[in-house]
């Protein structure tokens, strides 16, 4: 938290190059306040292939746009340069500026139960059309509140992408677009053919108790609810990041 650039960086190589760095486990952290000088970063930031890594329970928040940074490029989760194979699942991201989930360009990663929520811009992105499988949405939950379901520089569509399963939802209630066109023409692209517009049922989306009452649309989806109180300090250790409970420095 409270940190100028990316809260978690994994991997150090680009793109399809070979590397040592695989079967690693980012888990239940709780990531906020990043990203607040510059650009080019995000919650999670990785780089190249990792064969085996999973991005898992993680509750990202607030990476929003600092003043001193040159442009809008603070992410949720942001897979850079060849990254992937991964499984990113059960991750709550929201109050990010773009990108919720970013990718720039990688292989095979699924991608699958997560919301994303309360986005700038850009909600969902990929920015490079290559000839293998970029990566698979499936059973995820987006909920921006710029009326955009995904991303209209860098559209999902025009990258080999699969989507499924998915709930989407602007919260003004006003008709969603995806990229520069309806869902109906977006579904047209062989995407999202059982997935559905309808509000997800959070408990509370404007304090960000994004728990599913039991009636969410989402649950016959599939989705399987998520934990946010496990994400951060273990509890026995909570207490630490608390000033008054450590007393005088």
């Known amino acids: 938290r409270d940190f100028p650039y990316t809260g978690i960086a ?4 680009w793109g399809y190059a070979e590397t040592s760095s695989a079967e690693n486990t980012i888990a239940y952290n709780h990531i906020h306040d990043v990203m607040r000088l510059l650009e080019d970063g995000g919650g999670i930031y990785t780089l190249g292939q990792q064969p085996g890594t999973v991005i898992r329970g993680n509750l990202i928040h607030d990476c929003l746009m600092g003043p001193f940074a040159c442009t809008f490029g603070q992410l949720g989760i942001y897979l850079d340069e060849g990254s992937g194979p991964f499984q990113i ?3 709550i991201v929201y109050n990010v500026q773009m990108g919720a989930f970013n990718q720039h360009y990688g292989r095979g990663s699924i991608v699958e139960n997560n919301i994303f929520a309360n986005v700038v811009q850009e909600p969902i992105t990929c920015a490079r059309k290559e000839d ?11 909920y921006p509140t710029t009326g955009n379901m995904i ?7 025009g990258c080999n992408t699969v989507f499924e399963d998915n709930l989407y939802w602007d919260p003004s209630g006003d008709e969603p677009k995806f990229g520069a066109g ?7 692209t062989g995407r999202d053919a059982q997935s559905v517009i309808a509000d997800p049922g959070f408990v509370d989306a404007a304090a960000f108790d994004f728990r599913l009452r039991p009636e969410s649309p989402a649950l016959k989806l599939g989705f399987r609810p998520l934990e946010p109180a496990r ?19």
């Open 151 to 157: 991303s209209t520089r860098h559209n999902p569509g």
């Open 231 to 249: 994400a951060g300090l273990e509890p026995a250790f909570r207490d630490l990041a608390n000033p008054s409970v450590c007393g005088p420095a």
């Open 10 to 13: 994994l991997g150090w190589s």
């Open 132 to 142: 293998h499988l970029s990566y698979t949405f499936r059973r995820n939950i987006v």
């Open 89 to 91: 699942e059960d991750n």
């Open 182 to 188: 309806t869902f109906a023409e977006w579904q047209a």
